[in-house]
Nanobody, 122 residues
Framework: VQLQASGGGLVQAGGSLTLSCAASGRTFRAYAMGWFRQAPGKEREFVARITPGGTATLYADSVKGRFTISRDNAKNTVYLQMNSLKPDDTAVYYC????????????????WGQGTHVTVSS
């Protein structure tokens, strides 16, 4: 399984970015997907997750109302639309494919992308 994340970059506070994660090597539509992030000096934290069919989503409180997770199963891709970005959103963002367990725990995901850097300037 390969997960290829892209779309990171430098953006000013209040701006927007859309991250993409293309999957291959597994039946993408059968698996829930998640986004996590890790800021410098901090532990990896849950951002959002989406069910296999895309009908249900869950967000961390810190991004609720600003970020939107979505997926296109025909393209084997999951997205993270990030609006109203804040400097605290600066991190490496990782997409991950769910295995089992609590969906907001990183240990519940068995495949990870390489990460894409997001920097939000004030």
């Amino acid at each position: 399984v390969q997960l290829q994340a892209s779309g990171g970059g430098l953006v000013q506070a209040g701006g927007s970015l859309t991250l993409s994660c293309a999957a291959s090597g597994r039946t993408f539509r059968a698996y829930a997907m998640g986004w996590f992030r890790q800021a410098p000096g901090k532990e990896r934290e849950f951002v959002a997750r989406i069910t296999p069919g895309g009908t249900a989503t869950l967000y961390a409180d810190s991004v609720k109302g600003r970020f939107t997770i979505s997926r296109d199963n025909a393209k084997n891709t999951v997205y993270l639309q990030m609006n109203s970005l804040k400097p605290d959103d600066t991190a490496v963002y990782y997409c991950a494919m769910y295995d089992s367990g609590i969906m907001s725990y990183s240990s519940s995901y068995d495949y990870w992308g390489q990460g894409t850097h997001v920097t939000v300037s004030s």
